[in-house]
């Protein structure tokens, strides 16, 4: 079992940046893969970003390709986002989701455990 809390999310201008934290419980974290997803008001959650359990594989969804940066420390149960130039459109509540599995994975369903969310706005 593994509980996720987010945190980081906030109010921003366009342009701005936010980084967003995922503390996650238990001592299995390592061999998650973690996942970040969103989903803004009226459309359906989508991936954002996902890491492998040892991080040095990343994946990325077109839309943020080149601005977010997804990471974690394993020695503190820690996945992290880094959000640079942030746009009107990046605004919706951002969550974390731990899949017990190998391989990053950008489906919802294979993602075992999810955090409450984190609301992030940006401004134009």
């Known amino acids: 079992q593994v509980q996720l809390v987010e945190s980081g999310g906030g109010l921003v201008q366009a342009g701005g940046s936010l980084r967003l934290s995922c503390a996650a419980s238990?001592?299995?974290?390592?061999?998650?893969?973690m996942g970040w997803f969103r989903q803004a008001p009226g459309k359906e959650r989508e991936f954002v970003a996902g890491?492998?359990?040892?991080?040095?594989?990343?994946y990325y969804a077109d839309s943020v390709k080149g601005r977010f940066a997804i990471s974690r420390d394993n020695a503190k149960n820690t996945a992290y986002l880094q959000m640079n130039s942030l746009k009107p459109e990046d605004t919706a509540v951002y969550y974390c989701?731990?899949?017990?599995?190998?391989?990053?994975?950008?489906?919802?369903?294979?993602?075992?455990?999810w955090g409450q969310g984190t609301q992030v706005t940006v401004s134009s």
């Open positions: 989701a731990a899949a017990p599995r190998v391989g990053v994975s950008v489906r919802e369903y294979e993602y075992a455990y």
């Open positions: 238990g001592r299995t974290f390592s061999s998650y893969v």
């Open positions: 890491i492998s359990w040892s991080g040095i594989k990343t």
